[in-house]
């Protein structure tokens, strides 16, 4: 059984920055990945990146070129800069280690809001 714990929520101005961690209370480098989902109030839950063991990283579209999605295996913990925050990405943000079938533990979510 391994806890992820989410952290660096909180409310920010449209334009501005925040960065989410996830810390781990076990390997992280023993999952396939990484992922960060979001769901926003009367929304299903979507994957916004993710970050294989190796290194490699994905996003969705709609936050290329804003989110970096990183990871610090020593540590345990992934993180999620984001950046030109818009009032749609307000939502509860989530970490979740991935198996080849999927999320395997989630986090409790940490929530993000973005005024316009």
């Known amino acids: 059984q391994v806890q992820l714990v989410e952290s660096g929520g909180g409310l920010v101005q449209a334009g501005g920055s925040l960065r989410l961690s996830c810390a781990a209370s076990?390997?992280?480098?023993?999952?396939?990945?990484m992922a960060w989902y979001r769901q926003a109030p009367g929304e299903q839950r979507d994957a916004v990146a993710g970050i294989t063991s190796g290194g490699i990283t994905n996003y969705v579209d709609s936050v290329k070129g804003r989110f970096t999605i990183s990871r610090d295996d020593a540590k345990n913990t992934v993180f999620l800069q984001m950046n030109s925050l818009k009032p749609e990405d307000t939502a509860v943000y989530y970490c979740?280690?991935?198996?080849?079938?999927?999320?395997?533990?989630w986090g409790q979510g940490t929530q993000v809001t973005v005024s316009s």
């Open positions: 979740a280690a991935m198996s080849a079938r999927g999320p395997s533990y």
């Open positions: 076990g390997s992280i480098g023993s999952f396939t990945a």
